[in-house]
């Protein structure tokens, strides 16, 4: 059943004391949709101040058109409108990737402009399943398959969704129940991205009873398992420590050994970003493996990860600085 008419202070509780709000306009259904129940709620005495902004990415020729035709709905509206423009060249390879960078690093800045402090996306329950369907392909982590999280930080700026629990075609009967003319972007159907084939699988496996509810569900409870983890490792990082300062992290190794594997792995991820740079799972877990292998056997270990280097000690402590500057010809000795 298609929902029309939505509780916007339920759908919305939590952002009645932003400082401002700027929401992402692309012109979609998602997001036009979007845009008129915040403007709706907007008008509200004592509701934060609403502005908007579409990020013309230069992708493609009528791309100025369509984000002038989001101005033109928003001065409809009432909202204030800005036209966010990627100038520059653009990427030849992970075109998408690349254009979702830009476009958040250019929203979160007008937001700062704007005296905002809140950040919205039309992201909605279809978009999530499509997200954890990418991340298990990708072999996520548990905290992956939690999918995008209603709340999350973006550089100093709170990134809210509040649309998670609505489907597409929800929102694409609000614009119809309302007139409102919504763009499609020919990119969503478009074979060569990630998503498209993943919005095909989506689709399969809801005709075989995997429902967006299904992923909803698996998405709360990750991220559930994934929060009492990482409290876990929190704990585990404070009991194990022994020295830390701005250029060592010293850990008592036989506690990380003691521990599951998973928090030793968290904890030894943080100790090596914070001192180098974050390191991807599959690159830190052989790491962690090699480690606990030689704390078990008391032997010594020396390895780079991330720009750190982790060094066990014959007495068991755990060592973690910057990795010192390779020597010149370095390479070819090796």
Not at 176 to 193: H, Q
């Amino acid at each position: 059943m298609l929902v029309t008419h939505i509780n916007s202070t339920k759908l919305f509780a939590g952002l009645e004391g932003a400082k401002g709000i700027v929401l992402a306009l692309s012109g979609g259904p998602d997001s036009v949709a979007a845009l008129a129940l915040l403007a709706d709620w907007a008008k509200a005495k004592g509701s934060p101040r609403l502005f908007a902004a579409t990020f013309d990415h230069g992708l493609r020729a009528n791309s100025r058109a369509e984000a002038e035709q989001c101005a033109a709905l928003c001065q409809s509206l009432g909202v204030a409108h800005q036209i966010l423009t990627w100038t520059g060249d653009k990427p030849a390879t992970r075109i998408q990737e690349v254009a979702r960078d830009a476009r958040y690093r250019a929203l979160v800045a007008h937001a700062k402009d704007m005296g905002a402090d809140y950040l919205v996306t039309g992201h909605h329950a279809d978009d999530q399943v499509e997200t954890i369907l990418f991340r298990m392909m990708r072999g996520s982590s548990i905290g992956g398959l939690a999918g995008m999280r209603q709340i999350s930080a973006r550089d100093g700026i709170i990134h809210a969704r509040p649309f998670l629990t609505l489907r597409k075609s929800d929102l694409i009967a609000i614009c119809a129940a309302r007139g409102l003319t919504t763009i499609a972007d020919p990119s969503n159907e478009d074979p060569r991205f990630a998503r498209t084939q993943m919005r095909r699988l989506a689709g399969l496996l809801e005709e075989a009873g995997m429902t967006p509810d299904s992923f909803t569900r698996l998405a709360a409870r990750a991220a559930r398992a994934d929060e009492a983890l990482s409290m876990t490792a929190t704990h585990l990082a404070e009991a194990a420590l022994m020295v830390r300062d701005e250029a060592s992290t010293r850990l008592d190794g036989q506690k990380l050994l003691a521990a599951p594997a998973e928090i030793t792995l968290r904890v030894m991820m943080t100790e090596i970003a914070r001192l180098g740079q974050a390191p991807r799972l599959e690159q830190a877990e052989p790491l962690v493996e090699d480690l606990r292998a030689a704390l078990a056997a008391h032997a010594p270990l020396r390895a780079t990860l991330g720009g750190a280097l982790v060094d066990l000690k014959r007495d068991s402590a755990v060592v973690i600085t910057r990795e010192p500057p390779r020597r010149a010809g370095a390479e070819a000795d090796t």
